[in-house]
């Protein structure tokens, strides 16, 4: 261990303070530190400042200060450097961060040795399709949303597994999640919880309008495919909760397992059944 990035959540009271415990500690191990641009400005330190893009390539370990949101943005800037990232956790409740505050000095410590272990993510790989060409891209951690508008009605989701035919569904939209975020919004539409260690993707309706709806566990090898349909209606694309695509009429939305995983860092051997069980009872 060379060298560590930090990606922090600004907003968080915490963050400025926490980031200089880290420069510290890192120092003390004589590790090299690199900031984002904006955090290192605020720190006063804007030699140490480099763009989030550039980070992953000059160093062994990414840090991100933050709730679970600021982890799930900083997967898909990451996306493809295989670097490992390790949760700092400035918020509440969530499953990815790993690290409290509370525990900064000793988790140094296990990181500068080696005491730790990588766990892959899978991740979700979204197209939108629209007039035969590819309209736009996206890399999801947590999930893929296609939802109706603030003001909007009820809209119409055909929804294909490959290329047959699973449901039209008539309601609020349809939640593609992967296993990490089966406990995400998955989880608040009636979806199952899913072990992170598994490699499928989960297909979840919001609030249909139907006598029957449960939720669709499918292969990693298989892709969703939905065609949506907006003329009387605002249908929204959101990536992890973060990221919005207005969708149009005869949009097509594919969406599939990437070819890349987020690569979390754990140093605990917390099960993931008792981290359930504690963090469920939080909420």
């Known amino acids: 261990m060379k060298a560590v990035g930090i990606i922090t959540n600004l ?4 963050t400025l303070a926490t980031a200089e415990r880290i420069l510290t500690l890192c120092r003390e191990h004589d590790l090299q530190v690199f900031f984002t641009v904006e955090c290192a400005s605020l720190l006063g330190l804007p030699e140490l400042g480099y763009p989030v893009h550039r980070i992953p390539e000059m160093v062994d370990l990414l840090l991100v200060l933050g709730g679970d949101g600021t982890i799930l943005a900083a997967a898909r800037k990451v996306v493809g450097t295989n670097i490992p990232i390790l949760g700092i956790n400035l918020g509440h409740v969530g499953f990815l961060a790993e690290v409290e505050v509370s525990d900064l000095e000793s988790s140094m410590e296990k990181i500068v040795s080696n005491q730790f272990v990588v766990q892959d993510r899978m991740m979700l790989y979204a197209e939108v399709i629209r007039n035969s060409q590819v309209e736009a891209s996206f890399y999801a951690l ?16 055909k929804t294909y597994i490959n ?25 608040s539409a009636g979806g199952p919880i899913v072990n992170p260690a598994l490699n499928l993707l989960v297909v979840t309706p919001i609030c249909p309008h139907m006598m029957h709806h449960r939720s669709v566990i499918i292969a990693e090898n298989e892709k969703v495919r939905i065609k949506a ?26 969406v599939k397992k990437a070819d890349y995983y987020t690569k979390l860092v754990k140093l605990t051997d917390v099960n993931f059944y008792a981290l359930l069980h504690r963090k469920l009872r939080e909420r």
């Open 11 to 14: 907003q968080k009271e915490e």
């Open 142 to 157: 947590n999930d893929i949303v296609i939802s109706k508008g603030p003001f909007s009605r009820t809209i119409k989701l």
């Open 229 to 254: 349909y907006t003329q009387q209606a605002e249908v929204v694309l959101t990536v992890d909760g973060q990221q919005g695509f207005q969708l149009k009429n005869d949009d097509e939305i594919i």
């Open 163 to 187: 290329n047959h035919l699973l449901e039209a569904y008539p309601g609020d939209g349809v939640i593609i999640a992967s296993p990490t975020g089966s406990t995400g919004y998955s989880l």
